[in-house]
């Protein structure tokens, strides 16, 4: 009897030891990876790298700066398309709990949330690119806005859907109009919430790469007109690190740094905010 | 006369603001409106350009076992079969872990700071782009597959089915483990100690309440992990080989549906190979819009109950 209590606990210490040392595990590659991108891409940057264009195969030296250009002007022009429009669709379907219209609106979201990237750079071709003739930029931030909008929607529905009705009562019994209760109190008060899924939505689409290669296409030169292609940071990492040369594999292991360090610092600023604004609430 | 004119101003100023409610009302259900039509716009378009090769090929197209642009000759099964290799290799791989994270911050140690680490750390693999992924994986761990392939006696390519399966495996961990982790705090807590009080042990409160418990809710996880996995593009793209040869073995280099179309979309230069590429997009999006929506069904009704 005591052997067989002993074996069963002993059973259970086993299985949780195991169990703390796989979940643990995971840290593994993350460390490994962030380390190994720091040590490989600090010693590449520098003034000239954050202020060159990169230089032809053979020539050591160069910078990115037609890359960091690109990505911060596709992914402003991509948050001034999504932001209304999400927060607008955010909107409706907190106020439309029930429907038939926001059953399928709801339902849409989900699916867009699920589509492969890849497959939103194809419709987007056959969108902007190919009615232009040309690669653009503007459609490079069109992909990427319609990855945006899900998270986006998503985040202003469930935040508006917490702030208490008996708010919104009190401004229309006051006599304002509805979009003034909606505008001036709802979302003024869900503002945390709205603003984490903008920054979320905006680092989880600025290391998206597969929706940009048939759309912004990328560009060596440092272009900042939106109506002709390109380049932008993960572009940039895919097609130098996919080269045989070095010197472009430096400037993809920079690239990466600043990419990475980028996205991680918009998720931590959004959870840290978010924590702050949410205890203040 | 004043009171009527100031009952037409008052009049003037709240039909005014009536009519603003009016526009805003409508521009709201006409944005609710536009997801519908923008999601039915992206199915249309896979249709309508993937046309060409539907009527030329027709059904063959999918189980075709030859991939020659060249010759004109187009048969998505290597791709087909790269994709479920890869994503259901990764899936195996993936499930202990994510398992084990759901466990342990559901379970085990759901509050205090080594379990916020943990959560965090979870997230911020979700949120690392996955061409830094990729990147990592062709300097990184190529050479270490190689090397391992060495010993096992295999063709040392180092990229391969196998490399990007265990590139995605981590990418796709923190799907199922976040949502098997609130699917864990979700089980009632008198169950737990119902099964305590009759003198279970931990792991036979995990292993016969917790787990049977969650068992549908788990598996929508693995069916959104197995979402991103068939579409993740980049990632596999470089690490996978890119060749239209069927894979002979998990260590072959192969091409999956996604990186196929990363790779030739943009040398497409005839119709019919432009819109068998599209037809891959078309079947792509099909097969993850079903597996999410399942997934996304089990989910609402287990939090419904």
Redesign the interface.
Known sequence: MDANIKY??G??KF??G??????????V??L??II??FKEGISRINWTFLTHIPKPVGETGGGIVNALVGSILIVLAASVIAIP?GV??G???S??ATGR??Y??RL?????????????G??V???LVKPLGTFSGLSGSAALA?MM?PIM?RSTEETLKLIPFSLKEAGLALGL???RV?LKVIVPCGVSGILSGVMLSI??I?????PL??TA?GNPYLNTNLTKPMQSL?LL??NY??SPYDDW?DL?WGA?LI??FT??LL?IIT?LTTRRWNVQL | METTLAITKANKVSNGKIRAESIFKRSLVVIGMSMVVLVLGVLLTLIIESIPSIKSLGLKYLWGRTWDPINNVYGAFPFLLGTLLTSFLALIISIPFSFAIAIYLGEYNPKGWLSNFLKNAVELIAAVPSVIYGFWGLLVLVPLVRSLETKLGVLPYGIGIFTASLILAIMIIPYAASLGREMIRLVPSPLKEGAYSLGATRYEVIRSVVLPYTKSGLFAGILLSLGRALGETMAVTMVIGNTSMIPTSIFAPGNTMASVIANEFTEADHTVYLSALIELGLVLFLVTVVINMIGKRIIKKFTNE
């Open positions: 069963r606990v059973k259970s299985v949780q195991l169990i703390v040392f796989l979940a643990f595990l995971i840290t590659p993350l490994f990876i190994y991108i429009i607008m669709c909107i409706y379907l106020e439309n219209l926001s399928w609106s849409s979201v989900d699916v867009l949330q699920g589509v492969p990237s890849i497959v939103i194809i419709v071709y056959f969108w319609i909008l929607i109009p509805y979009h909606i680092a989880r600025a290391g998206e790469t597969a290669l048939f296409f993960p990492i895919f690190a996919t594999h993809a990466a990419l990475l996205v991680l998720n959870k």
